[in-house]
RNA sequence: GGAGAUGUAUCGAAGUGGUCAUAACGAGCACGAUUGGAAAUCGUGUUGCCGUGAUGAGCGGCACGUGGGUUCAAAUCCCACCAUCUCCGCCA
């Protein structure tokens, strides 16, 4: 969300964001509502000054015998036109609130300019695409071949876009969640959390899913909870409401979860494979800065990212998004792309955002340095460290021999026993 | 799922319809006095949001788990919901 006073402040500012971002709110109609809730606002401060001090007076009036009928008359007027205008602030608040809530985020100067992900800029690479001496198989191919991945039984149990991982799938799936976790909390300093897997609206509102987004996310019948898209939901809102302790700051968390989405809108795209799931697990950083702290923690956390891929000899390219790639709540964005032989291309793996205050404005999640400055809103940041399907469909491709079996990287032999090849 | 209890500031806790909710009382924390220094003691201060000022001061409004209702007036009475605790049931 952004702050109602940078409209009525600097509204260049907000239509330039809001034009680069090609969204057409009637933001005019939006401060004529903003100044109709102020004028009702004071008038009915002014009546609840004058009905709290009446109402200071009556014990006395009453104490001395006077006869309070024609006060009582008064002030009951008072209290229903109070009402009347309270209902009219609230009904304001309301209508302005629902508005606020589906205005994106400001997007950083740095952002490129660019309308789709065709227009993302290429900050680095690590390594080169992986070079074969065969024909390389695509992971659902290898995956069926060696028995590990199973689709079809999935579809007779649940439906699409949802896999079995079995024998040796299985474990490299856990190998490879327990090797990022095991880097992101021994080596790059962050605190693991393992949260519900299921949060209310308000907190899905408070990260910014909702209101806009909600065809995108799985509802959990007879309840108020949707499964959640992503660790970020649940661990950025476990401070909402909160006044952080500025010593305490950046707080870093990674969490694994599985990430659950209704993938709407996306019918024929990726059907096969890993890449695109109802269900996928996650490996989340998330982090809450001091807000002159924010993009310099941004880059440490794409580098934390990136250093479990290059553990992992997985090739990969860092982009910049572009303005009409960005999403909804992201100040600025990084993707990581890894080489996916299958597509001939770099598939997104990590997506590193900073919001700077956008959710914390939503949560209200703020600090103070000491005890007696005055609370600010902290910057929130977060980013896939990093996908675990796309992850195990990356080391099946590029990881693969000409006789069909799968090599395991080094560094995830000690999490599957020692074993060193996945064999049909 | 059933029965009961509880929810007030950083913590504990008083307040059961009014005339001090920033809020009694106790503790914590900050500053000051006292001390050679400290402890103890004494004094002062210690919530957030909204509106209006300039992002200041001041002024006004709001907030007693959350949301409604009754009333001239609600922390206090009524309703719903949420959370916590105890007991029972069920369960991994």
């Known amino acids: ?3 109602i006073k940078l409209f009525r402040n600097d509204l260049d500012k907000v239509k330039a964001a809001l034009s680069r971002r090609k969204e057409n709110i009637d933001v005019d109609g939006l401060l004529a509502l903003d100044k109709e809730r102020r004028e009702t606002l004071f008038e009915v401060e002014q009546m609840k000054g004058r009905q709290n001090t009446v109402s200071k007076q009556i014990p006395v009036f009453k104490k001395e015998g006077k006869d309070t009928t024609e006060i009582f008359a008064e002030m009951k007027k008072l209290s229903d036109e109070i009402k009347s205008l309270d209902d009219k602030v609230r009904e304001l608040d309301a209508k302005i609130e629902q508005i606020m809530l589906t205005i994106p985020n400001i997007p950083n100067d740095e952002v490129p300019d660019g309308d789709t ?13 992986t070079k074969f001496d065969f024909e390389p198989k695509a992971h659902w191919d290898l995956g069926e071949a060696l028995g590990i991945l199973d689709p079809v039984t999935a579809a007779k149990v649940t439906g699409a876009r949802f896999h079995f991982y079995k024998g040796a799938g299985a474990a490299l799936e856990r190998a490879v969640v327990n090797f990022y976790l095991d ?5 790059h300093g962050y605190t693991e959390v393992f949260p519900p897997f299921m949060v209310h609206r308000n907190s899905m509102v408070g990260t910014g899913q909702l209101p ?7 509802k959990v019948m007879n309840t108020d909870y949707f499964l959640v898209p992503t660790a970020e939901v649940p661990v950025t809102n476990m401070y909402r409401g909160d006044i952080l302790d500025g010593d305490k700051l950046p707080i870093k968390h990674v969490a694994y979860t599985a990430c659950f989405r209704a993938e709407a809108g996306s019918a024929g795209r990726d059907t096969r494979g890993l890449i695109r799931q109802h269900q996928f697990n996650k490996v989340e950083l998330v982090k809450f800065t001091k807000p002159e702290e924010s993009y310099a923690e941004l880059e440490k956390l794409v580098a934390d990212a990136e250093d479990v891929l290059k553990r992992l000899g997985l090739p ?3 982009v910049k998004i572009c303005v009409g790639d960005l999403g909804f709540t992201a100040a600025l964005k990084y993707d990581i792309e890894v080489w996916m032989p299958s597509y001939n291309r770099y598939v997104e793996i990590s997506s590193c955002s900073n919001f700077e205050d956008f959710q914390a404005r939503r949560a209200n999640i703020r600090y103070k340095n000491t005890p007696k400055d005055k609370a600010q809103f902290v910057h929130t940041l977060n980013g896939s460290g990093v996908a675990v399907g796309r992850t195990v469909a990356a080391i099946l491709e590029n990881y693969q021999n000409a006789d069909g079996s799968v090599t395991i990287p080094d560094v995830l032999r000690p999490y599957m026993r020692g074993l060193e090849k996945i064999e049909g």
């Open 1 to 3: 969300m952004l702050d």
């Open 117 to 129: 992900d065709e227009d993302n800029v290429e900050v680095r690479r690590f390594s080169e695409p």
């Open 316 to 318: 990969y390219r860092v």
């Open 183 to 187: 880097t992101h909390t021994a080596e």
């Open 212 to 218: 806009k987004f909600e065809e995108d996310a799985f």
